[in-house]
């Protein structure tokens, strides 16, 4: 298998990164299509890892230093795949000099994100009837 990671604009990743954002999100998790996508696509940093030519990862980077819709499709978990995304989208905020990036995490991955080196904050919330729990990392 060929693994390929590539960090871009929108303009360039929207197809990519869409497909693995729908099949994770909408299909998976059922959450209502007309909330995947947003304005601030446009406006962030996107990281895609295709293998053999075929999306199975994605997120993004906000300009605030938000990283958020963080996918893997199903069959390419448990590979280290997100981690290669996070740790591009940190080095895309570092590179942009930003101090500190935050997300906001679904429950069941926050253990992932801390042992990136985010930390927990706050009460857990809703989002898209999903709980979440707001997490941030110094650079």
Same mark, same amino acid.
């Given at each position: 298998m060929k693994q390929h990671l590539v960090v871009?604009?929108?303009q360039d990743l929207h197809d990519r990164a869409t497909r693995v954002r729908f099949a994770v999100f909408v299909e998976e998790q059922k959450v209502p299509a007309e909330l995947e996508l947003d304005e601030l696509d446009a406006e962030c940093v996107h990281a895609v890892i295709a293998i053999d030519a075929q999306p199975a990862a994605t997120g993004r980077l906000c300009p605030d230093g938000r990283i958020g819709r963080m996918a893997v499709l199903t069959p390419f978990r448990g590979q280290g795949l997100g981690s290669e995304i996070l740790r591009a989208l940190i080095s895309a #905020? %570092?590179?942009?000099g930003q101090h500190e990036t935050y997300l906001? #995490? %679904?429950m069941h991955a926050v253990g992932f994100y801390e042992r990136h080196g985010f930390i927990a904050e706050g009460p857990?919330?809703?989002d898209a009837g999903i709980a979440h729990r707001l997490m941030r990392r110094a650079a």
């Open positions: 871009g604009s929108w #905020a %570092q590179l942009r906001h #995490a %679904q857990e919330f809703d």
